[in-house]
Every structure is written in structure tokens, then in C-alpha cells.
């Protein structure tokens, strides 16, 4: 059985997992020890080690099995959570993060076999008297009260190897093993009733079998075990070198598995017992009802989400876009047909409906990334001994997928330098009269086609004085130049690359690589950053993102003979100004519009687009704004809104900053996509 081809499943879900542990684990140390905070930390835990034993990961489940253990104490009331359990289960929950992020790169949980992690956790056990003196335990299970506790269903449970047939075959086979002084065992195994992949629970059993010895024969089939055509129980027969107790160990470590019944087979009942030659498997009933309420426990799980590949995503993506494409080039065939018009409308309203409804299914919620946070907060608090509390909101703003798995790294990067550098350590925020307790927020919200993420916190603020003679000393500007910039120029420095105020490297914040990298991967997606700050109150950064890489709303502009696209949301609004009303300020091009100043870009020489010299009284100006900065882009005449598709120009032509890529107009022509924050 090839289980390779789960292997993407299993990581979504662990990681799902993984999150739902982290949170549950989070509201344990604010003092929620609610049943079913509990309870939500053992079933977190019980599913990963099942997952992770179905895949043959035995690192990763032999830790859940341990933290499984631990856990049910929790759950008995027979262990109390503290600070000192706390910290060993996420050491455990770190681990298991380890793992998966070495099947992610590899393919394989890697040899970290925790020792002492499953140390502390037996600790922890052997503390509160759980596992008695005289037991046999391994990896923290023990193993005595395995039997113990299941003592009470096998009384309910029937031996069914008992009355199966042998064929000759068979009965040699047990003949032979026996002479060469192996063990010859009849087992019956008993699924959970929960179990929903009962398939699946059985390879791995079979897996373990065969790691114990040889199999002889199982009821039913093997082949309709796979099929799944049994109850929630199974019988194999097999030869082993290991002894009853060691083989219904290690099946009762499998996870789901609910009872084990072993029996020796002496060969002499074997040949003088049933002589029936057939070979044919005993039919088990199916207990109907039971499947038919396993099916329906189910459903809830499978039938509200569907998990699709991204790439098949991108596929129907394109579809769409080159739906787009052929409407848009419909669009300019002239035909005076009243017919042929209402088509068109018809097409254009299906491909913006089937746009919107892709784009839907595109979207996820950001609190896939900001949910790693409060656990970040956590840790930093204690690294960096300060107290410090997390607030966020607006997770549930829906970001592209596209967009999600790229935004976490500089979000981290932004929070651990609120920690680092924002908030001031406990006795200073006292000595200032200001709360010990730092304050960081991070909030989400959607505003027109943008989602805006902001990083703030209460700490001291940027010291735009420190940074400005740091720029100084390290010649990134002049001293003439420092005292002509604004104060919003100086914090801009802050982005520039491996500029850092701080003289100590640190490991929190990131070990002298600055802002840059976050600047950088943020106007990448086709974002922009932006700083408020008040010193002495707090700093806070707003970080502004397209809700999707893929299509988007443009003005189309002519410059020359050649069509550029502006992303529309990028626009405030379009000028008619006369040649007389352009003024010069330090050889830079401006008007004044409305009181306020605004430099003027003529796109036609950044571009390098061949222009006949044409006298005009009056020149359209295209005013864009990248956060709180505008511009005024000098364009030949409009050509009007147009929903593009975005292609991008390769890795090639990347280099090139002032183009976010391109786009196929409806009559077949290119069109280049401006990049406003670079030319901004």
C-alpha cells in the first residue's frame, strides 16, 4: 500500500492540528482549564498520533502517545495543570512542529527522538504515582495498566480465532514454525467504533504484525480488509519469536485500537481439529446501524470543505482570465446589432460572476497566519523578560491563498520588533507612568479592493533623532541632508538595507537583517508599508495588500504609441492642468493642487517611449498615492477602466522594477502593468 500519496493531507491536517494544540495549549496558561479546553488538547493529540501511525512516522507518534498518556491524567483529574506541565507540553508541541517541517523538506520526521522531552513527561507521571513501580514501561506507557484498564471490555469481547479453519497448508505452515521454536498465535483485534478510515487503521496493524513475525492467515481476507468489508474486528493468525505479552503490546499502542486478544496455538489441536479444506473466510455480519451512525457522525467533517490543490486553483484561474480576455476582445468588434450588444453584456456579466465566485474560493481567512502570534507573544515575553499582552482582530478578513503564504514571515518579523525594540522593559514603562504591561495589537480589515494588516503597540516609539544621526554615522545620508528631511523621510530610512539603530545584535529580531526584507517581500505581492509613530506612545505599522494577484481593475492610458495599465486602486483622481500652473522645486516637476504640493512624473521619459514634442496648453495628469505620499503620472490621453488579467514577465525580465507585469488587451496586444510604488 502506497501511502505517499497522502502525505499532503496528513501535513494540512497536522498543521490544522497543530494550531487547534497551540490555542487550547495557550488558554490552559491564561487559566481556562475548562473539560473542554481539556478534552480539545487530548482529541488534538490523540488524532495526530493516529495520523502519524497510519504513515509510519514512529517518532511522531510514539511523542503524542506519550503526551496522550499525560494528557488523560489531565483529563482524570489525577495530575493539576501548572507552569512546570505547561512547558513540557509545548516543548512537546514544538517537537512535533520539528517533525513535520522535516517530512515538509524531506519526506521523513527526521532521528530527534525527544529523550528528554518523553523524560520530563514520565517525570510528570511518576510524580502524581501514575505508573506503579513494578511495571514494565517503555516510552512512558505502561504497560501493566494496559491490561488493566482494559480488563473490563475483554470481558464483553469473544476469542473468534477460536473457530476459524485451517487448510493443509496453513497447518503445515504452523507445524514447521513450531519445530524451529517459534511462537504460533491466534489474535483478534477490535477497532474502536469511532474509527471512520478502519482500512487504513488495519495496514498499520497488519504493518506491525509483520514486524513481529510472519502472518499465516486472516479472517477475513486481506483483500476485504482493504475493502473495508468487516466489522470493527479481525482475526490473524502468526508466528512469532516474541512472547503474548510483547505482541498485544505493541498492537495496543496502535491508535483506535480498543482491545487485543492473543491465544496460543498448539500445533497438535491444529492438526487434530477441524479438517475442513476450505479456505474460504467466515462471513461477519455487518452491523448496519452501527455504519450507518459512523457515516453519519462523519458527514460534518467532509461535506462543508473540500481541500483542492492550489495548482488546479491556478488552472481554473487562467480559464477564467482568458474568458476575460476573449470578452474584452468581443468587446471592441463593432457590430450595431442590438442582439450582438445584449450578448455581450450577457458574457460579461457571466465572466464577472464566475470570476467573483473563483476568486471566493481563493480566499481564506488571515487567521491561518495570525494564529501562530499569541504563542510568538508568549515566547518573547519570557525571552525577553517583559510583560506583555496580544490583542487581535479582524481574522476573519479573507486575503488570496497566494497572498497568505507569503505575508507570515514579515508579520513575525514585525511583531518580534514591537517585543524587541517597542515595548520598554517593566520598570521603565513604570518609572514613565505607564502600565507594566506592554500593549501589542494586530488588526486586519478590508478597505475597497485592499485588506489592511497593522503591527502597532504602546512601547516608546521610533527616536526619529537616534535614527537620523545613525543614518549620519553610517553615511547612509549627510548631515545637510539630515536636517532638510521630514520626520516621515527619516523613518523611511528604517527600510533601507541592514540599517539597524541597535547596537547589540539580537536574536529576536533578527540579527542585523533590517525592515528592507519586509519591505521587500510586501511590494512584492504588490503591497505597500507605511509608519505612524508618536515617541514615548508607540509606533505602528500598516501594511496595505491587493485582495488578489491575479485580476484586478485598471485605467488604461496611452503614452506615445505604446498602452500602459494603472492598477485603479492605486488612483486618487485625474487632472486637467495647465502648462502655466507646473512649477520647479529643487528641479523637480510640481503643481500645487488644492494646497497640496505634488510632484509630477512625464511616464514618457522614465520609460524611455519615443515622443514626438507636442506644444499643449493644457497636459492629463494621472494623480496616484502610495500611503500617505502622491505623485502625478503625465499621461497622452485615457483610454478607460478595463478589468486585466495579470501575467507576469518571467524571471528574465524581474529585475525590471517599474512594471508589475503585463497583460493581453482584446485585440492581442501587450500591455505593461505600472508598479506605482516604484515610481512613487
Known amino acids: 500500500m502506497d501511502i505517499s500519496q497522502y502525505l499532503e493531507i496528513f501535513i494540512e491536517e497536522s498543521k490544522e492540528h497543530l494550531q487547534g494544540l497551540n490555542t487550547s495549549l495557550l488558554e490552559l496558561e491564561k487559566g481556562t482549564v475548562s473539560k473542554d479546553v481539556i478534552n480539545e488538547v487530548f482529541r488534538a493529540a490523540h488524532t495526530l498520533k493516529g495520523m502519524a501511525a497510519t504513515m509510519g512516522f514512529k517518532g511522531m507518534n510514539l511523542l503524542t502517545h506519550d503526551m496522550e498518556n499525560v494528557l488523560s491524567e489531565i483529563r482524570n483529574d489525577n495530575i493539576k495543570v501548572d507552569a512546570k506541565l505547561l512547558d513540557v507540553l509545548f516543548q512537546c508541541l514544538d517537537a512535533l512542529e520539528r517533525f513535520v517541517d522535516n517530512i515538509i523538506e524531506t519526506g521523513s520526521e527526521g532521528q530527534d527522538n525527544n529523550a528528554e522531552i518523553i523524560k520530563n513527561l514520565n517525570m510528570i507521571l511518576n510524580g502524581n504515582n501514575v505508573v506503579p513501580e513494578t511495571s514494565h514501561k517503555e516510552h512512558g506507557v505502561d504497560h501493566n ?11 464483553s469481547k469473544e476469542h473468534k480465532y477460536a473457530t476459524i479453519p485451517f487448510t493443509d497448508f496453513e497447518k503445515h505452515a504452523f507445524s514447521s514454525a513450531s519445530k524451529e521454536k517459534y511462537n504460533c498465535f491466534g489474535i483478534t483485534i477490535y477497532i474502536a467504533d469511532s474509527c471512520v478510515l478502519k482500512s487504513a487503521r488495519a495496514f498499520i496493524i497488519f504493518r506491525t504484525l509483520e514486524n513481529l513475525g510472519q502472518i499465516i492467515k486472516a479472517n477475513p481476507s486481506v483483500q476485504d480488509i482493504e475493502d473495508e468489508n468487516f466489522d470493527n474486528d479481525f482475526s490473524v493468525f502468526i508466528v512469532s519469536k516474541e512472547d503474548e505479552v510483547e505482541v498485544r503490546r505493541q498492537l495496543m499502542t496502535i491508535a483506535e485500537v480498543e482491545e487485543v486478544l492473543v491465544g496460543h496455538i498448539k500445533v497438535e489441536d491444529v492438526e487434530e481439529g477441524s479438517t475442513d479444506e476450505s479456505d474460504d473466510p467466515i462471513e461477519i455480519p455487518q452491523k448496519e446501524s452501527e455504519q450507518a451512525n459512523s457515516n453519519t457522525k462523519s458527514k460534518p467533517k467532509t461535506n462543508r470543505t473540500v481541500r483542492v490543490d492550489i495548482e488546479r486553483l491556478d488552472t481554473l484561474m487562467n480559464l477564467v482570465s482568458e474568458l476575460i480576455i476573449i470578452k474584452n476582445g468581443l468587446e471592441t468588434v463593432e457590430n450595431t446589432n442590438q442582439n450582438f450588444t445584449d450578448q455581450i453584456e450577457y458574457l460579461e456579466r457571466i465572466t464577472t ?10 480566499m481564506v481567512p488571515i487567521e491561518r497566519v495570525f494564529n501562530r502570534f499569541p504563542r510568538l507573544i508568549r515566547d518573547l515575553s519570557r525571552q525577553l523578560e517583559k510583560n506583555m499582552e496580544f490583542h487581535m482582530s479582524g481574522e476573519e478578513t479573507e486575503l488570496d491563498r497566494t497572498v497568505i503564504d507569503e505575508i507570515g514571515d514579515p508579520l513575525v518579523h514585525l511583531i518580534r520588533n514591537s517585543a524587541d525594540h517597542g515595548i520598554e522593559m517593566p520598570n521603565v514603562r513604570a518609572q514613565n507612568g ?22 502597532a503597540d504602546d512601547g516608546n516609539g521610533i527616536d526619529v533623532k537616534r535614527v537620523k544621526a545613525k543614518a549620519i554615522e553610517k553615511g547612509t545620508i549627510s548631515v545637510e541632508q539630515g536636517e532638510v528631511m521630514s520626520e516621515q523621510e527619516i523613518i523611511e530610512l528604517l527600510f533601507k538595507p541592514s540599517f539597524s539603530t541597535t547596537d547589540v545584535i539580537s536574536d529576536v529580531s533578527g540579527r542585523g537583517v533590517g525592515l528592507d526584507v519586509v519591505k521587500t517581500k510586501i511590494e512584492a505581492l504588490g503591497g505597500i508599508i507605511e509608519v505612524k509613530n508618536e515617541l514615548g506612545k508607540g509606533s505602528k505599522f500598516i501594511i496595505r495588500l491587493p485582495l488578489t494577484l491575479a485580476i ?23 487632472e486637467n492642468v495647465s502648462i502655466d500652473d507646473i512649477k520647479f522645486i529643487q528641479n523637480q516637476e510640481v503643481i500645487n493642487l488644492r494646497g497640496q504640493v505634488i510632484p509630477v512624473l512625464r511616464l514618457y521619459d522614465i520609460l524611455e517611449v519615443d515622443k514626438e514634442p507636442v506644444n499643449k496648453d493644457f497636459i492629463t495628469v494621472v494623480i496616484v498615492n502610495k500611503g500617505d505620499r502622491k505623485a502625478g503620472f503625465v499621461v497622452d490621453s ?8 495579470i501575467k507576469t514577465l518571467g524571471k528574465f525580465l524581474a529585475s525590471i522594477k517599474m512594471i508589475a507585469g503585463a497583460t493581453i488587451l482584446g485585440d492581442g496586444d501587450v500591455a505593461l502593468i505600472l508598479d506605482v510604488n516604484t515610481l512613487v
Open 145 to 155: 495498566s494496559l491490561s488493566e484498564t482494559k480488563s473490563d471490555s475483554s470481558d
Open 353 to 362: 460572476n464566475l470570476h467573483d465566485a473563483v476568486m471566493k474560493v481563493r
Open 434 to 455: 505607564k502600565n507594566p504591561m506592554g500593549q501589542v495589537y494586530l488588526k486586519a480589515y478590508q478597505d475597497g479592493n485592499n485588506v489592511v494588516i497593522e503591527v
Open 552 to 574: 484586478i481593475q485598471a485605467l488604461m492610458v496611452n503614452i506615445a504609441d505604446e498602452k500602459y495599465a494603472i492598477p485603479l486602486n492605486t488612483i486618487q483622481n485625474i
Open 638 to 645: 485615457l483610454i478607460g477602466q478595463q478589468e486585466i488579467v
